[in-house]
C-alpha cells in the first residue's frame, strides 16, 4: 500500500527569486551562512545553508521589484528567535558597520521576549523565524484581560512585532494616548511614550522622537520604575543619566 512507503521524515526547502546572484551572495555568505550549490548559467540556481535548513534561489520573473517585498518567503520555526537575531545583527555589524534596518536588505527589530523577527534578503525576500510556541491566535486590538493604554499598548505590540507595521503601531498609541492618557498612570504613559521613541528611531522621524522623549523625560517616575521601562524597550539611554 502507498501508505506503508511514505515515512514521516520529509524536509521542505524554499526556492525563493533572486533578483541579484551577486548581492544575494554577498548577502548570506556575510550572515554566516554556507553556500553549498552556485549556478549563474545557463540559469541562476544558489543554495545556502545555515544550522538545519536551506534556503535555495532561482531567476526571479520579469518585472519583479524588490523594494515592494512581494517577492517570496519563507517561515523557520525555532526554539528560540533571540540567538538568531543576536548572531545576525552581530554579523552585519562586521560586515556593514551597522545593523540593517531600513531597505533590503534589513533585519526587523526584536524585544526581549518577542516570538518572531524577519530577515529581508536583496530580492524583497522575508524569512520570517518563528518561536515554535507562538500563541495559536493573537489578539489585535490588545489582550482581552486589559483595560485602555495598556490594552492599546498590547495591540501596538502585534502591529510591531507580528505585522512589521511601525506607522500603524505609532497610530495606535497616539489614539490611545488622547482616549485614555488623562486616567492612565504616570508609568503607564511613561511606557507609551518610551515605545513612541523608539518608533520613531525605527521610521527615522528625528522630530517626532524628540517630542516624544521630552514626554517620557518630563514624567515624574521613580528610579525603579525607570529601569524598568529602559529594560522593557531595550534603550539604556532613555532618560539620559
Sequence with gaps: MIEEAIK?????????????????????????????????????????????????FKNPPDGLDPTQER??????????????HAAFSQAM??????????GCPRITRYR????????????????????????????????????????SLDGARIYREYKNDDQAAVRVITSALRRHGEQASPLERAIAYANLVELCIALEWPDKKEEWLGKLRATPLTAAEKERIEAEVGNSNLFGE
Design 8 to 56: 514521516p521524515n520529509e524536509a521542505t526547502v524554499p526556492l525563493l527569486p533572486c533578483i541579484s546572484a551577486e548581492n544575494t551572495l554577498e548577502f548570506f555568505q556575510a550572515l554566516g551562512f554556507e553556500v553549498t550549490w552556485k549556478q549563474t548559467k545557463p540559469y541562476l540556481y544558489l543554495a545556502f545553508k545555515m544550522s538545519g535548513f536551506e534556503l535555495h
Design 71 to 84: 517577492s517570496g518567503g519563507c517561515l523557520i520555526m525555532v526554539d528560540s528567535v533571540a540567538p538568531y
Design 93 to 102: 555589524r562586521a560586515a556593514y558597520g551597522k545593523v540593517l534596518s531600513k
Design 112 to 151: 526581549k521576549g518577542a516570538s518572531r523577527f524577519s530577515l529581508i534578503d536583496p530580492s524583497g525576500n522575508t524569512i520570517i523565524f518563528i518561536r515554535r510556541d507562538e500563541p495559536a491566535e493573537l489578539e489585535y486590538g490588545g489582550s482581552k484581560n486589559l483595560k485602555g493604554l495598556a490594552k
